[in-house]
């Protein structure tokens, strides 16, 4: 009996860590939906570029980890103000869904351009962490996984405040709800937009140095990409909260039925649990747990 | 006196092809409470819109003519420029940001203010004017009730600091009573704060009450421009605008007829 308890709890934590970086790369995902109404399908391919970078300059540069870490956040953060000026504002005004193609195009090109650049077999950081598992409650928990989750919570609360409290998350929030009314108030929308790309590409890349360091580093990170769709649409597709929320339910989920339903089913379920509740919910619930509910006075 | 914003036979063109302000010139002067009335569709909105800069979000444009603020063109500048220069437009409408709190969309309005210190005791003010706001600070703005958003739209317009306030009609939809409030409102506001005020509004009576000065627009073009006192005196006006006819005579439907009684402006 203690045994199943501890299964349970084991399982429970797992998809707590996993489920933090899913809220992560939902939350940069959503940025990008509410700010400019545009699906990004290159999502994954932000984690990747990320993963990708931070190892380089970690392993070929020798840059001490924490360094390149920070590195690699300033280089996100003008590869999301180079996307958006160059790819997306020349698009501005265009139907959305040539827009959503051209993000399709860039994820192929930018996961092609990162494997001639660094090949295709899976790579390791270098341990950064010790390798003594911690002793919590009866359970074993590495520390990485401990260090990862403690490092997300970390940022989604900070980006939690930032978009209650500071003058630019209040703008953006602004321009997410209508763009003439940001116009009005002396907001430089051009601005806002390369904000939203520049900060989805920083916790994109932070998810992916995170697993990059858990599960070593190929081009299965772009997979994340996919995975964030079950994360949102759980979450409700407009709702930050909802993007960190769906992205810890979606982990546990995942979790779960993988520990529940492998011996029975053979194995496999991981992968495919997160999409299967996803056609669940867009059948019983599509607009998610905090999806747009519409502000109507009576 | 040299007016502060001078609009000099402006035409404003909508997605290439429709022609809406036919060459139209307004001036506001320093502290004064300026009005324009007309029917729908003669073009006040978009002449607010061309002042503030927002046309190009709807796919219009001044094409001929220029908009000068304290000597400067500003037709050719982004809205956000044109906002920090002092110009601020309230839409009509009442367009709340309905999904972040009052406070939340007070705190927005200041968005072009660096200074963090200022915002706080602008806040002051904005609640010293509209005392209703205070308890509601907290609440959604979607839920709170239209005469509390048209306060709401006012005061995050205050927090700007502007010169100049574009007013685009203050009154729509609100019960008399309430509208009385919010106009004595912003007569305070232009008498303690010189700030001054282009007033679009349908309520021609309410508007004329309270402003110096008026134009009346029609089909995109201004048709009279004179002092209130002069304006509330012509009898077109009377008639048209604020429905004074002949007291005590009779009339005949014969006379009501419009091609009878003819305009004293050509359009």
């Known amino acids: ?70 590195l690699t956040l300033a280089f996100s953060f003008a ?4 996307l958006e000026r160059t790819i997306l504002r020349p698009m501005i005004g265009e139907s959305i869904i040539s827009v959503i193609m051209i993000t399709i195009a860039l994820s192929t090109v930018m996961r092609s351009l990162i494997q001639i650049a660094w090949g295709t077999e899976t790579k390791v950081f270098p341990p950064i962490f010790s390798e003594e598992p911690i002793h919590f409650l009866g359970l074993f928990i590495a520390q990485i996984h401990l260090y990862s989750l403690s490092f997300a919570l970390l940022c989604v609360a900070m980006f939690g405040l930032f978009f209650k409290f500071s003058s630019a998350g209040l703008a953006m929030r602004v321009t997410a709800f209508d763009q003439q009314i940001a116009h009005t108030m ?33 081009n299965l990170l772009a997979h994340m990409g996919l995975k964030v769709f079950p994360c949102v649409i759980l979450g409700g597709l407009d709702s930050i909260i909802g993007a960190i929320v769906g992205g810890f339910l979606i982990g546990i989920l995942e979790n779960l039925a993988g520990g529940y339903l492998d011996p029975i089913l053979g194995g496999g379920v991981k992968d495919v649990a997160p999409y299967v509740f996803l056609i669940v919910m867009l059948m019983i619930k599509p607009y998610g747990l905090f999806g747009k509910v519409l502000i109507e006075r009576l | 006196m040299t007016p502060i914003l001078s609009v000099n036979n402006i035409q404003v063109v909508y997605k290439d092809v429709i022609l809406v302000l036919k060459g139209m010139s307004i001036e ?37 003519g220029s908009i000068e603020f304290y000597g400067e063109r500003i037709d050719k500048k982004y809205p956000e420029d044109i906002v920090r220069m002092g110009i601020f437009q309230v839409m009509e409408g009442r367009r ?70 574009l007013l685009d009609e203050p009154s729509m939809g609100l019960s008399p009573l309430l509208v009385a409030e919010i106009f004595n409102i912003i007569q305070t506001i232009n008498n303690e704060r010189g700030i001054s005020l282009l007033l679009v509004e349908q309520n021609a009576r309410l508007a004329l009450s309270i402003a110096s000065h008026g134009y009346v627009m029609e089909n995109g073009r201004i048709v009279l421009d004179d002092t209130v006192e002069k304006l509330m005196d012509n009898a077109d006006v009377k008639e048209f605008y604020l429905g004074l006819t002949e007291v005590g005579k009779k009339k005949s439907y014969r006379d009501v007829k419009h091609y009878k009684r003819r305009k004293r402006w050509l359009t």
């Not at chain 1, 797992?14 to 940025?31: K, N, P, Q």
């Open chain 1, 186 to 218: 002396g907001i430089n929308i051009k601005r806002i937009f390369a904000l939203a790309w520049a900060i989805s590409a920083i916790v994109s890349s932070i998810g992916g140095i995170i697993l990059g360091n858990i599960n070593g580093i190929n």
């Open chain 2, 28 to 64: 506001v002067n320093e502290g004064k409470i300026i009005t324009i009335l007309g029917n729908n569709g003669a073009g006040k909105t978009t002449t607010l819109k061309a002042i503030s800069g927002i046309l190009k979000s709807e796919d219009g444009e001044v094409t001929d």
């Open chain 1, 79 to 82: 590869l999301g103000v180079l």
């Open chain 2, 96 to 165: 709340v940001v309905e999904d972040m709190t009052v406070e939340e969309n007070l705190m927005a309005g200041a968005h072009t203010q660096r200074n963090r210190k200022n915002r706080k005791k602008d806040m002051e003010m904005v609640y010293h004017y509209f005392p209703r706001l205070i308890e509601r600070r907290k609440v959604m703005a979607g839920y709170v009730s239209g005469g509390e958003q048209q306060m709401l739209v006012m005061g995050r317009a205050l927090m700007s600091r502007p010169k100049l306030l």
């Open chain 1, 1 to 70: 009996m203690a045994e199943n308890i501890s299964f349970f709890f084991q399982l429970l934590l797992t998809g707590l860590v996993v489920g933090s970086i899913y809220a992560l790369v939902a939350l940069g995902f959503v940025l990008i939906y509410k700010s400019t109404s545009i699906l990004n399908f290159a999502q994954g391919e932000l984690l990747m570029f990320g993963a990708y970078v931070c190892l380089a300059l970690t392993v070929e540069l020798n840059i001490p980890f924490i360094w390149s870490f920070l």
